[in-house]
């Protein structure tokens, strides 16, 4: 089981925002970093930090994190947008390990 | 720009030894970073194997860590990952990855190999 829980599944129409979130008791401490895997690709860092993007990634994906909760918003989506994206952190038992979430699958319709 | 590169054999017989090799171009291993291993098994979610820095300090997911051993060679400025006693379940894509980050709350992969298929088969 995973100590970062993401929603399987989230849908979104054209040109509509979807926020994809991701709970654990380690982003209270530790900032959410937001991967985004097409299939048969490696995956692509999107967001991470308190919000900065890498270069090259469309300012149409932002993020956040409240208590226990990170999120990364997708204003407008696109759909080359439709993807797996996954949240990564550090586990909550303090011993340097990372975790990932389990995935949230993002259909754009 | 960095790249990363995995290689080894994309067949291994169950209760044999997974070896893989991450090498580095484009940057230092010895830059300061950590290097990790990343898994997923087909169809399925992303796990972190574990990590290593260029002094050979390294952590590993307690589900593997009595099977895992990941060591660096700076001469050739590459890395690799050796999982012991595999089983069908250890049949996944692998991928290496740089881990970013210089403060200690905000980690992040930002360079990704492009992933090996390692599949445990008689």
Request: charged share 15%; aromatic share 10%; with cysteine.
């Amino acid at each position: 089981s995973s100590e970062l829980t993401q929603d399987p599944a989230v849908s979104v129409a054209l040109g509509q925002t979807v926020r994809i979130t991701c709970q654990g008791d380690s982003l209270r401490s530790y900032y959410a970093s937001w991967y985004q895997q097409k299939p048969g690709q490696a995956p692509v860092l999107v967001i991470y930090g308190k919000n900065n993007r890498p270069s090259g990634i469309p300012d149409r994906f932002s993020g956040s994190s409240s208590g226990n909760t990170a999120s990364l918003t997708i204003t407008g989506a696109q759909a080359e947008d439709e993807a797996d994206y996954y949240c990564n952190s550090r586990d909550s038992s303090g011993n340097h390990l990372r975790v990932f979430g389990g995935g949230t699958k993002l259909t754009v319709l | 720009q960095v790249q990363l590169q995995e290689s080894g054999p994309g067949l291994v017989k169950p209760s044999g030894t997974l070896s893989l090799t991450c090498a580095v171009s484009g940057g230092s291993i010895s830059s300061s970073n950590w290097w990790s291993w990343v898994r997923q098994p087909p169809g399925k979610g992303l796990e972190w194997i574990g990590e290593i820095y260029h002094s050979g300090s390294t952590n590993y997911n307690p589900s593997l860590k009595s099977r895992v051993t990941i060591s660096v060679d700076k001469s050739k400025n590459q890395f690799s990952l050796k999982l012991s006693s595999v089983t069908a379940a250890d049949t996944a894509v692998y991928y290496c990855a740089r881990d970013r980050g210089i403060v200690a709350t905000e980690r992040y992969f930002d360079y990704w190999g492009q992933g090996t298929l390692v599949t445990v088969s008689s």
